[in-house]
Nanobody
Framework: QVQLVESGGGLVQPGGSLRLSCTAR????????MGWYRQAPGKQRELVAV???????NYTASVKGRFAISRQYGTITIHLQMNRLTPDDTAVYYC?????????????WGQGTQVTVDS
């Protein structure tokens, strides 16, 4: 099967930066899209940023100009550079992948990594 391995996250002061990374491991044929969702306490999970297999990116409005998603070619790894963080960015961030394996196409999720923005 597939495993999404997340790294990064932690505690940062307002205005600071963090970098999240996610690597998809397994027998993967095609990566259609990978990205990050987040869920704050008491709120629904929301899309933060996504990058398609062709490199096209999309961001939720609240992070445009502050966050940048990128793909590390040669591996199935994405990075999310988060700058000018605010307390509203505090949430558990989940890596997401739309992949095709020998068994077919499916959606996969990481276990989540906590991002806390607090002074």
């Amino acid at each position: 099967q597939v495993q999404l391995v997340e790294s990064g996250g932690g505690l940062v002061q307002p205005g600071g930066s963090l970098r999240l990374s996610c690597t998809a491991r397994g027998n993967i044929y095609i990566m259609y899209a990978m990205g990050w969702y987040r869920q704050a306490p008491g709120k629904q999970r929301e899309l933060v940023a996504v990058i398609a297999g062709d490199g096209t990116t999309n961001y939720t409005a609240s992070v445009k100009g502050r966050f940048a998603i990128s793909r590390q070619y040669g591996t199935i790894t994405i990075h999310l550079q988060m700058n000018r963080l605010t307390p509203d960015d505090t949430a558990v961030y989940y890596c997401y992948a739309d992949l095709t394996l020998p068994t077919g196409r499916g959606d996969y999720w990481g276990q989540g990594t906590q991002v806390t923005v607090d002074s």
